[in-house]
């Protein structure tokens, strides 16, 4: 069945360091979305994108959807300890169906 | 307007019983869906339901598990003789439509099994 895969599993840098997660899928997406689970929460929604080559910033994150549509990276620049937690993408195959989470890259920031 | 609620938080039950766990989504959201997160894993996809509706349980299995979402009332997932197997957090996300929008998680319930 399709899936989703995620690298790395799991990510230690330091406070001030860059950081960046990949999504890679075995199909082609319509769709891909990534969310943020801080330790002992939920997730919770920080973007979804939808067209070829797609790149989208929000403060310190850049967000990228590969031009096949099978891929997909998180990138966070000179990260806080306010970044802790594990980062999923989620992708979804045509316009029916239910989003295919990765099992998501954990990020710790050392002080 | 209130997120999406779960309860209960914390769920403890001995093998052999019944586990109940209530979703009510976000006001104006028809669309549910129910993940199992086991410790340092990922999100597994387990029932995507609409009102009255399920739309897709390719996730959930056969056995023991059955989700609803009732036109009146939170959407339930009814786990019947709980194994230690199933001791995980069961999180319930809501959409206001399909699943090209994003979805909103409520805070979870943890479910022990004893």
């Known amino acids: 069945g399709q899936q989703v895969m995620q690298i790395p599993q799991y990510q230690h840098v330091q406070e001030g360091e860059d950081f960046t997660t990949y999504c890679n899928s075995s199909?082609?997406?319509?769709?891909i979305q990534w969310y943020k689970q801080r330790p002992g929460g939920h997730p919770v929604f920080l973007i979804q994108l939808v067209k070829s080559g797609e790149v989208k910033k929000q403060k310190r994150l850049t967000f990228q959807f590969g031009e096949a549509k099978k891929n997909s990276s998180l990138h966070i620049t000179a990260t806080q300890t306010t970044d802790v937690g594990t980062y999923f993408c989620?992708?979804?195959?045509?316009?029916?169906?239910?989003?295919?989470f990765g099992k998501g890259t954990k990020l710790s920031v050392k002080p | 307007n209130a997120g999406v609620m779960q309860n209960p938080r914390h769920l403890v039950r001995r093998r052999g019983q019944e586990a109940r766990l209530r979703c009510s989504p976000m006001?104006?959201?028809?669309?549910v869906y129910w993940y199992r997160q086991l410790p340092e894993e990922g999100l597994k996809f387990m029932v995507y339901l609409q009102k009255e509706n399920i739309i897709d349980e390719s996730g959930m299995p056969k056995e023991r598990f059955s989700a609803e979402f009732p036109k009146e009332g939170p959407s339930i997932l009814r786990i019947q003789q709980v194994v230690r197997g199933d001791s995980a957090a069961y999180f319930c996300a809501s959409s206001p439509g399909t699943s090209n929008y994003e979805q909103y998680f409520g805070p979870g319930t943890r479910l022990t099994v004893t």
């Open positions: 989620a992708g979804k195959r045509g316009s029916q169906g239910n989003l295919i």
């Open positions: 006001k104006g959201h028809s669309h």
């Open positions: 199909t082609t997406l319509s769709n």
